[in-house]
């Protein structure tokens, strides 16, 4: 079965430094997302992406924030100078974009920014 | 905007019993979607059961169960037959589809008891 696979599994920087998230969505599928979860809360939306560009963004998705999709396969979020509250869990998230409207997630990234 | 809301942040059910997790939600859409998610320790985010507005038939997947009260904005999770596995953080989500975010509750902890 199809899944979403993200690299790497757990992250840990320095604040202040880049980090790239990577994600592969499922090959048909046509629309991308970035999630958050901080430790205990609740799920947040960041961003999604189709047809090459950002559709839609929250407010936690300041400058500091950029999605790309480099190569047709990979999905990468960068964050380019981490805060300690950037700690969290991102999921990655995509849907076919057809009737059946069901988001597959992939298994996280678990960032750490001490 | 969209709101979904979990008022019981914790529940707890004996094993082989019935627990019914609550969830209401706010929009002026007449058409959307809604999921309930199972997110395990691991944090990976399951998809349990998916309804459509349009749907009056309420949504049924082996042991789970929903209560879709589309009047009354409200969308419960019945989970039939209790078992170890099931404990986990259970999160309510709102979708009006692709190239729309996903809109998370606050999410409950489902507990069982052996």
């Known amino acids: 079965e199809p899944e979403v696979t993200q690299t790497p599994s757990h992250q840990v920087t320095q604040m202040g430094q880049e980090v790239i998230l990577r994600c592969v969505p499922i090959s048909n599928h046509l629309y991308f997302y970035w999630y958050r979860q901080i430790l205990g809360q609740k799920v947040e939306f960041l961003v999604s992406?189709?047809?090459?560009?950002?559709?839609?963004k929250s407010e936690i998705f300041d400058d500091q924030f950029s999605v790309e999709r480099p190569d047709g396969s990979n999905f990468t979020l960068k964050i380019r100078s981490t805060k300690l509250e950037d700690s969290a869990m991102y999921f990655c998230a995509s849907i076919q974009g057809s009737s059946y409207n069901e988001q597959f997630f992939g298994p996280g990234t678990r960032l750490t920014v001490l | 905007a969209q709101t979904v809301t979990q008022s019981q942040p914790e529940m707890s059910v004996q094993e082989a019993e019935t627990v019914t997790l609550s969830c209401t939600y706010d929009?002026?859409?007449?058409?959307?979607?809604l999921f309930w998610y199972k997110q395990p320790p691991s944090r990976q985010m399951i998809l349990v059961i998916r309804q459509e507005a349009y749907k009056q038939q309420n949504a049924t997947e082996n042991r789970f169960s929903v209560n879709f009260q589309k009047a009354a904005k409200s969308f419960s999770l019945k989970i039939s037959d209790s078992q170890l596995g099931d404990a986990a953080m259970y999160f309510c989500?709102?979708?009006?589809?692709?190239?729309?975010?996903?809109?998370f509750g606050k999410g409950i902890t489902l507990s069982v008891r052996p």
């Open positions: 929009t002026s859409e007449s058409d959307y979607y």
């Open positions: 989500a709102y979708f009006t589809g692709a190239n729309s975010k996903l809109t």
């Open positions: 992406f189709y047809n090459n560009e950002i559709s839609e």
